[in-house]
């Protein structure tokens, strides 16, 4: 493979979820030769990355996909080989909390035993290669204190939880072990127009366009009650990016520091339409899930500390943002 000799090489696991697609948008516009792999399942489901692979100024030329897979050790091995990147972000893994209590041994496996995967071969093939691995305040659980830091003892909640404290460990471990310059961050929930309907937020922001435009009558959800604390994709993958960038390695948390309920998030949508939920809200008691987290708020001190972490995107402006894209959406297929 021909590389740029005097470009950046970044490569993206998971590239053409939510967070990679952001992350691959930002390293190109920073001048990076960006790589990402792509898995046989996903290869129908590239819509986050479409723009860039029609990009012929771009694809081909910056921007390159690879096939592999995150449970196929010979594909990791033979694509950080070949694209010998100075940067590697591990965005793949089965990142869905309920669908982790329906296949815990598919999550354990993806989320936690894959990032040693990663981790050995790049100690095996080069390492001065910088590894971003992305943790969930999910790991936190049922947390002992409120707002939690990077000292708060992890009490997981679900298989995920379970799988992502593997990941937070291994890369640690790599880090004391081997000097590989691996750091994390502790993600709290970040949500974008780019989300699947799997998701909440997005169901919801889906859901109320559709219902301004006529096409579904009722909102379903499950526990609305719960308080989460979110923030903008984009800005957190800007955040990733700069972790990377530091003199050392280490471990932060990333969050907006407030949380807002299900139901905070349901009402600023239809305020934004001018629609009462009182009318299309629906309590579904199937959805609630087999256990619940805490009150997951984040304290980020420390990331202000090291790099001005500032997160410019709030809560009713995430909503706004989700909101308008989906009603674009709605009026391309009308």
């Known amino acids: 493979m021909n590389h740029s000799s005097n470009k950046k090489r970044a490569l993206i696991l998971g590239v053409t979820g939510q967070d990679g697609s952001y992350l691959a948008e930002l390293l ?11 898995r046989r399942s996903a290869t129908g489901n590239t819509r986050n990355i479409d723009h860039l692979l029609k990009d012929k100024k771009i694809f081909g030329k910056r921007f390159f996909i690879h096939r592999g897979d995150m449970a196929d050790t010979t594909s ?21 909390v309920a669908w982790s209590f329906a296949t815990p041994d598919y999550s354990y496996d993806i989320t936690g035993a894959a990032v ?10 080069d ?14 659980g049922e947390p002992s204190e409120i707002p939690q830091k990077e000292t708060t003892p992890f009490r997981p909640k679900s298989p995920y939880a379970c799988a992502k404290i593997l990941a937070f460990v291994l890369t640690k471990h ?8 691996a750091s994390t961050a502790i993600f709290y ?7 699947n309907e799997e998701y909440v937020t997005r169901k919801i922001t889906k859901s109320v366009a559709r219902i301004a435009a006529g096409l579904q009558d009722k909102l379903e959800l499950g526990n609305v009650n719960a308080k989460i604390d979110w923030g903008y994709a984009k800005e957190y ?7 990377l960038q530091l003199s050392e390695p280490n471990d932060f948390i990333i969050a907006s520091g407030e949380a807002h309920s299900i139901k905070e998030f349901v009402d600023e949508s239809f305020r934004l339409l001018n629609l009462d939920p009182k009318n299309y809200l629906k309590i579904d008691k199937n959805l609630l899930r087999p256990a619940n987290t805490g009150l997951l708020i984040g304290d980020t001190s420390k990331a202000k500390k090291a ?9 009713k402006e995430l909503v706004k943002i989700m909101v308008e894209a989906d009603l674009k959406e709605i009026k391309k297929i009308k």
């Not at 790599?174 to 310059?181: L, W």
């Not at 929930?189 to 989300?195: I, K, L, V």
């Open 307 to 315: 790099f001005g972490f500032n997160l410019k995107v709030k809560f």
């Open 237 to 243: 993958m800007e955040t990733a990016w700069k972790i």
């Open 189 to 195: 929930n970040h949500e974008s127009p780019r989300r």
């Open 28 to 38: 190109l516009e920073k001048g990076y030769e960006v790589h990402g792999m792509v």
């Open 127 to 140: 390492k001065k290669i910088k590894f971003f691995q992305p943790c969930s305040s999910n790991m936190f």
């Open 174 to 181: 790599y880090r004391e072990a081997y000097g590989i310059f």
């Open 76 to 96: 990791l091995y033979r694509i950080i080989g070949e694209v010998k990147p100075n940067e590697l972000y591990n965005e793949a893994d089965q990142d869905h």
């Open 116 to 125: 040693g995967r990663i981790l050995e071969i790049i100690r095996q093939v």
